[in-house]
C-alpha cells in the first residue's frame, strides 16, 4: 500500500456543479422548504455596496437584503439555507435582515436569472447555494458580496486562485476523501470492484472522482466510472453499475442527491452496498457515510455574511470555512444488508 498524499486541488471544467446535511440543534425557521422558483421578482433595493465588495456600515434600524439562489431543493442544500439564514438572524437581528429566497429547480439558467434580478435590485449580499448558482452570481456582479455555500472547491469552481480577492467568499463542503476510501476498505474489505456514480455536468463531482480513483488504485481495488449527463439516466446507470460492481460510491452530488430513492429501489434488492460522500444521500441510499454538517456549513458562511454587512469586511478576504465531518451510518440499511460498523459511527436520524 502506498502512503496516502494530502488532498490537493485540481483544476476542472466549469460548467455546472455541486455539492452536499446534518441537523443541528441551533436549527430556526427558514425558507429554504418554500416553492419560489427563478420567476420571482425582487423586492425593495439596499445601500450601494462599495467596489471592492463591502456593505456600508449598518445603522441600529438598517434592514439587509439578502438574495439567496439555491440550485435544487434536497435536504443537503436545504440545511445549509438553513444554516446561514439562522445565522444571520442571530448576528443582525430577525427584523434587520429580509431575505428573497429562489429555488433555480437544478437550471443553470434560472440561476442566471435569479441572481441577475438580485443585482438588479441591488441587494446587499447574495448567497449562492451549490457551484452553478456561485457561477452564475460571479458572472452577474463584481460588486455584491457573494458568499458560497456547498461548494466542494473554489479552485475547481474557477480554474485555480483566480476568483481569491474579489467579491466572493464562503464555506465548503469537502470531506477528506482519503478517509472516505479508508472507510471503504475498513467496513467493506472484501469489496474487490468501486462504481462511482456522479453527473458529468458536475465539475465538483468529477473532481471528488478523480481523487477516490487515485486512492483506490494506490490499495489495488478495481474501479468504473458511471456517468450521467442528468437524472434521466441515472436509473439504467445504476442497475449498469450494480450488476458490475461490488460496492457503489457516491459523491457529494446535486444530481444523484435528489434521485437517492431511485438508487436505493435498485441497489438495495440486488445486496449491494452505497457508500456516500454526504449525509443526505446515505440517509436515502446509503450504507455509511464520512460527512459534514450541512447546517453547520451554512451557519459558517452566514457569519461571514454577517461580518460583511455589520463589520464592513470585504468577501475577498475571508478565508473559506470549513466544517468538521462525522462518521454517521444508515442503520435500516446496513441491519437489512447485515453490514456492521465500527462505535464511533453514528446512526442518522
Same mark, same amino acid.
Request: hydrophobic share 35%.
Given at each position: 500500500?502506498?502512503?496516502?498524499?494530502?488532498?490537493?486541488?485540481?483544476?476542472?471544467?466549469?460548467?455546472?456543479?455541486?455539492?452536499?446535511?446534518?441537523?443541528?440543534?441551533?436549527?430556526?425557521?427558514?425558507?429554504?422548504?418554500?416553492?419560489?422558483?427563478?420567476?420571482?421578482?425582487?423586492?425593495?433595493?439596499?445601500?450601494?455596496?462599495?467596489?471592492?465588495?463591502?456593505?456600508?456600515?449598518?445603522?441600529?434600524?438598517?434592514?439587509?437584503?439578502?438574495?439567496?439562489?439555491?440550485?435544487?431543493?434536497?435536504?443537503?442544500?436545504?440545511?445549509?439555507?438553513?444554516?446561514?439564514?439562522?445565522?444571520?438572524?442571530?448576528?443582525?437581528?430577525?427584523?434587520?435582515?429580509?431575505?428573497?429566497?429562489?429555488?433555480?429547480?437544478?437550471?443553470?439558467?434560472?440561476?442566471?436569472?435569479?441572481?441577475?434580478?438580485?443585482?438588479?435590485?441591488?441587494?446587499?449580499?447574495?448567497?449562492?447555494?451549490?457551484?452553478?448558482?456561485?457561477?452564475?452570481?460571479?458572472?452577474?456582479?463584481?460588486?455584491?458580496?457573494?458568499? +458560497?455555500?456547498?461548494?466542494?472547491?473554489?479552485?475547481?469552481?474557477?480554474?485555480?486562485?483566480?476568483?481569491?480577492?474579489?467579491?466572493?467568499?464562503?464555506?465548503?463542503?469537502?470531506?477528506?476523501?482519503?478517509?472516505?476510501?479508508?472507510?471503504?476498505?475498513?467496513?467493506?474489505?472484501?469489496?474487490?470492484?468501486?462504481?462511482?456514480? =456522479?453527473?458529468?455536468?458536475?465539475?465538483?463531482?468529477?473532481?471528488?472522482?478523480?481523487?477516490?480513483?487515485?486512492?483506490?488504485?494506490?490499495?489495488?481495488?478495481?474501479?468504473?466510472?458511471?456517468?450521467?449527463?442528468?437524472?434521466?439516466?441515472?436509473?439504467?446507470?445504476?442497475?449498469?453499475?450494480?450488476?458490475?460492481?461490488?460496492?457503489?460510491?457516491?459523491?457529494?452530488?446535486?444530481?444523484?442527491?435528489?434521485?437517492?430513492?431511485?438508487?436505493?429501489?435498485?441497489?438495495?434488492?440486488?445486496?449491494?452496498?452505497?457508500?456516500?460522500?454526504?449525509? +443526505?444521500?446515505?440517509?436515502?441510499?446509503?450504507?455509511?457515510?464520512?460527512?459534514?454538517?450541512? =447546517?453547520?456549513?451554512?451557519?459558517?458562511?452566514?457569519?461571514?455574511?454577517?461580518?460583511?454587512?455589520?463589520?464592513?469586511?470585504?468577501?475577498?478576504?475571508?478565508?473559506?470555512?470549513?466544517?468538521?465531518?462525522?462518521?454517521?451510518?444508515?442503520?435500516?440499511?446496513?441491519?437489512?444488508?447485515?453490514?456492521?460498523?465500527?462505535?464511533?459511527?453514528?446512526?442518522?436520524?
Amino acid at each position: 500500500m502506498k502512503i496516502k498524499k494530502i488532498l490537493a486541488a485540481a483544476a476542472a471544467s466549469v460548467l455546472a456543479a455541486v455539492s452536499l446535511t446534518a441537523c443541528s440543534e441551533n436549527g430556526g425557521s427558514s425558507t429554504a422548504n418554500n416553492s419560489n422558483t427563478n420567476t420571482s421578482s425582487a423586492e425593495s433595493t439596499a445601500d450601494d455596496n462599495s467596489a471592492n465588495g463591502s456593505a456600508s456600515t449598518p445603522a441600529s434600524d438598517k434592514v439587509y437584503n439578502v438574495g439567496i439562489c439555491q440550485l435544487v431543493q434536497h435536504d443537503a442544500l436545504d440545511k445549509a439555507t438553513e444554516g446561514f439564514e439562522q445565522a444571520l438572524i442571530d448576528k443582525i437581528g430577525a427584523d434587520n435582515v429580509k431575505f428573497d429566497f429562489q429555488n433555480a429547480n437544478n437550471e443553470v439558467t434560472n440561476c442566471t436569472t435569479i441572481t441577475n434580478k438580485f443585482v438588479a435590485a441591488n441587494y446587499d449580499l447574495i448567497m449562492a447555494n451549490a457551484t452553478p448558482a456561485l457561477m452564475a452570481a460571479v458572472s452577474a456582479t463584481e460588486t455584491i458580496p457573494i458568499v +458560497g455555500t456547498s461548494i466542494t472547491s473554489y479552485d475547481v469552481a474557477f480554474d485555480n486562485a483566480e476568483w481569491q480577492g474579489k467579491n466572493i467568499t464562503g464555506a465548503s463542503d469537502l470531506a477528506p476523501i482519503d478517509q472516505q476510501e479508508d472507510m471503504i476498505k475498513a467496513i467493506f474489505p472484501d469489496a474487490k470492484k468501486v462504481g462511482i456514480l =456522479y453527473c458529468s455536468s458536475e465539475p465538483n463531482s468529477q473532481y471528488q472522482a478523480e481523487q477516490i480513483e487515485k486512492y483506490l488504485e494506490e490499495d489495488g481495488i478495481e474501479y468504473k466510472e458511471y456517468t450521467v449527463a442528468d437524472s434521466n439516466e441515472i436509473q439504467a446507470q445504476t442497475q449498469t453499475a450494480v450488476g458490475e460492481c461490488d460496492l457503489i460510491y457516491i459523491p457529494t452530488d446535486n444530481t444523484f442527491a435528489s434521485a437517492a430513492e431511485t438508487i436505493k429501489n435498485i441497489a438495495l434488492p440486488a445486496k449491494i452496498p452505497v457508500v456516500a460522500a454526504e449525509e +443526505g444521500i446515505c440517509k436515502g441510499c446509503g450504507t455509511v457515510t464520512l460527512t459534514i454538517s450541512y =447546517y453547520d456549513m451554512g451557519y459558517k458562511a452566514g457569519e461571514m455574511a454577517a461580518d460583511i454587512l455589520q463589520n464592513g469586511k470585504k468577501a475577498g478576504d475571508l478565508e473559506i470555512g470549513y466544517s468538521p465531518v462525522t462518521k454517521k451510518y444508515n442503520k435500516e440499511i446496513c441491519d437489512e444488508l447485515g453490514v456492521t460498523v465500527p462505535d464511533d459511527y453514528v446512526a442518522i436520524e
